[in-house]
Each structure stands twice: as structure tokens, then as C-alpha cells.
Antibody
């Protein structure tokens, strides 16, 4: 079964660092782009960035460039999203999702992780 | 920045047809995708490339495109279809830029 399994919920203080993970299984992890999507409480979906684990090619949404770092370790089929200094406004659910291979640049996110809730509060 | 516009809410009675629209200037040249999100769950892809249905998605879900508007149609709506629906597409920049609509809450009366 193809699936993405994300790390568990986190509660952090402002200014702390954090790295959350997304482990792929059931498919060739290096052959598909993995994207990250933010959903703030009660709000819609926002694309943050995407990585190709095969060569770590990474692209960011202009809204998130410089705010987060996306990485991947292909040896353990895991993608990461990290913050160096969290803010209260980073409180949200974060999803990883596998991009389809359909020959379209902004193709569908066909497989989603279960989400990781991040709460930043003093 | 590029935007996709959806109505905040749509309400239908069970068995009726629900239509959710999504508007964007680049849609004549870019494919659209639709996701269903139920409370406390991750989004699920229900339509890709404007009108294609992934395996496992019921036939009552369909998509269409006309000019700058794409439409998700749910025929014979069931109570289990109550959810938030998001359209997604890209702009015409030729770069990676996933854009989501603001979402539409479908209420089954």
C-alpha cells in the first residue's frame, strides 16, 4: 500500500526549532516529488514547497521562502519540514503529499499524509 | 499573486445535484484538481485534470471546465459528501506554484 506517514503532534514555544517528518512507503520514494501544505486552524490549504528526493531539488512558495526548510533523506524514504525559530503564527496542521506524475507542472497531490499538528504557544 | 475563487458555501438536499465552481484567469490553459476534506481528515483527491476521476472515487463526482471557470458536480448527493472542497491549479508562469482555492463548505440539508 502506498502511504505517507507523518510524525506526531508537537507543542513548542516561540523561538524554538522544530523538524517534522513524512515517511513514504509502498513505492519508489526517489521517483516522486513530495510537497508540504499548511492548513491554519479553520482555514484553507496553502502550498509551502516541494522536494524531489531523488536529487533533493527543492522549490518554495514565495510566501514561505526563507521561513522554512524542506529536506529529504532518501536512504530512509523520509522528507522533512523544519523551522529554526517558531512563531505563534506557525500554529497549524501540516500535510505532506505526493505529487502525481501526469506530465503537468502543477500536477495533483494524489497521496496525502495524515497531517502533523504544530502548536506554538508560550 | 494568482488566486482561485470559490463560493464559501453550497447547500443541497440529499439526492440533489451540487455544483461547486472555481474561477481563475489561468484556468483556460491550466488543469484543475479537486480535493475533498472531511473534518479531522486529510484532503482526498476526487478529480484530476479537470474531469478525470481517480480510482475509488464514486461516479457521482464529475468535473468540467469552461473558460476561466471549472466546476465540480456531485450528482445524487449523499450525507457522506458533506465536506470542504478545494480546487487547485497553477498559474501560467511555467514554474512550480500550486494554488488552492479558498474552499467551499458543502452542506447536505
Amino acid at each position: 500500500e502506498v502511504q505517507l506517514v507523518q510524525s506526531g503532534a508537537e507543542v513548542k514555544k516561540p523561538g524554538e526549532s522544530l523538524k517534522i517528518s513524512c515517511k513514504g512507503s509502498g513505492y519508489s520514494f526517489t521517483s516522486y516529488w513530495i510537497g508540504w501544505v499548511r492548513q491554519m486552524p479553520g482555514k484553507g490549504l496553502e502550498w509551502m514547497g516541494i522536494i524531489y528526493p531523488g536529487d533533493s531539488d527543492t522549490r518554495y512558495s514565495p510566501s514561505f521562502q526563507g521561513q522554512v526548510t524542506i529536506s529529504a533523506d532518501k536512504s530512509i524514504s523520509t522528507a522533512y519540514l523544519q523551522w529554526s525559530s517558531l512563531k505563534a503564527s506557525d500554529t497549524a496542521m501540516y500535510y505532506c503529499a505526493r505529487r502525481a506524475v501526469g506530465g503537468v507542472i502543477n500536477d495533483a497531490f494524489e497521496i496525502w499524509g495524515q497531517g502533523t499538528m504544530v502548536i506554538v504557544s508560550s | 499573486s494568482y488566486e482561485l475563487t470559490q463560493p464559501p458555501s453550497v447547500s443541497v438536499s440529499p439526492g440533489q445535484t451540487a455544483r461547486i465552481t472555481c474561477s481563475g484567469d489561468a484556468l483556460p490553459k491550466q488543469y484543475a484538481y479537486w480535493y475533498q476534506q472531511k473534518p479531522g481528515q486529510a484532503p482526498v483527491l476526487v478529480i484530476y485534470k479537470d474531469s478525470e476521476r481517480p480510482s475509488g472515487i464514486p461516479e457521482r463526482f464529475s468535473g468540467s471546465s469552461s473558460g476561466t471557470t471549472v466546476t465540480l458536480t456531485i450528482s445524487g448527493v449523499q450525507a457522506e459528501d458533506e465536506a470542504d472542497y478545494y480546487c487547485q491549479s497553477g498559474d501560467n508562469s511555467g514554474t512550480y506554484n500550486w494554488v488552492f482555492g479558498g474552499g467551499t463548505k458543502l452542506t447536505v440539508l
